[in-house]
């Protein structure tokens, strides 16, 4: 099982909607999640963490977390075809400082 | 610096060849990580430094990798005898710290190696 998993994708979605990019992880004990952005030929940039249970919103961003079942997800709300790109979950692993990226879900928004 | 910078963004080199990548983090930054990515793959950890504290050197794939971070500041990664695997973007990246003083990732615009 992979730490970190993510649906590949592609995701699509059209202009305004709402796109949701979920993610798993495997260690139970990890306490610090972020999603970075990474657009094609470029490197990733951050867009938000979170490290308590429940909703973050930032923008039209908003992370979601639930360590119980071990699920984080991302919503982009009145999606934009500039939010196309590849959408990667991250994961501070317990006991460490490294952290584990996901493949990334590749999202194109639909002008 | 105002953001990761590292050097060179380009570099192709003959198979068995010795290569050096710089990587020099946002001033401040305790915490530098490096990674790489394959085409179309996802981020694949090789090595943290936080402070003076002894490296996280558990992700280097072998030997022929290593890596050194002079004055808590500049790090350089070595690849030794290099092969067309190891052709891939590397990428650097910094933090204010480490763990729960982890908010986040700047990341450089990586060096792309070609091992022809």
């Known amino acids: 099982q992979k730490e970190v998993e993510q649906n590949s994708g592609p995701l699509s979605v059209p202009e305004g909607a709402i796109a949701s990019l979920n993610c798993t992880y495997s260690?139970?004990?990890?306490?610090?999640f972020f999603w970075y952005r990474q657009y094609s030929g470029k490197s990733p940039e951050l867009i938000m963490f979170?490290?308590?249970?429940g909703d973050k919103e930032d923008g039209r961003f908003t992370a979601q977390l639930n360590k119980a079942s071990q699920y984080v997800s991302l919503l982009i709300r009145d999606s934009q075809p500039s939010d196309s790109a590849t959408y990667l979950c991250?994961?501070?692993?317990?006991?460490?400082?490294?952290?584990?990226f996901g493949a990334g879900t590749r999202l194109f928004v639909k002008a | 610096g105002a953001g990761v910078s590292q050097s060179p963004s380009n570099k192709v080199t003959e198979k068995g060849k010795d290569v050096e990548l710089r990587c020099d983090p946002i001033?401040?930054?305790?915490?530098l990580y490096w990674y790489r990515q394959s085409l179309g793959q996802g981020l694949e950890f090789l090595i943290y430094?936080?402070?003076?504290?002894?490296?996280?050197k558990s992700g280097l794939p072998s030997d022929r990798f290593s890596a050194e971070r002079t004055g808590g500041s500049v790090s350089t990664l070595t690849i030794q005898r290099t092969q067309q695997e190891d052709s891939a973007v590397y990428l650097c990246?910094?933090?204010?710290?480490?763990?729960?003083?982890?908010?986040?990732?700047?990341f450089g615009s990586g060096t792309r190696l070609t091992v022809v």
């Open positions: 979170i490290y308590s249970n």
């Open positions: 990246a910094s933090s204010l710290g480490g763990g729960r003083t982890n908010y986040g990732y700047t």
């Open positions: 430094f936080q402070g003076n504290s002894a490296p996280d």
């Open positions: 260690d139970r004990g990890s306490q610090s």
């Open positions: 991250a994961v501070i692993v317990s006991g460490g400082f490294k952290t584990i």
């Open positions: 001033s401040g930054h305790t915490a």
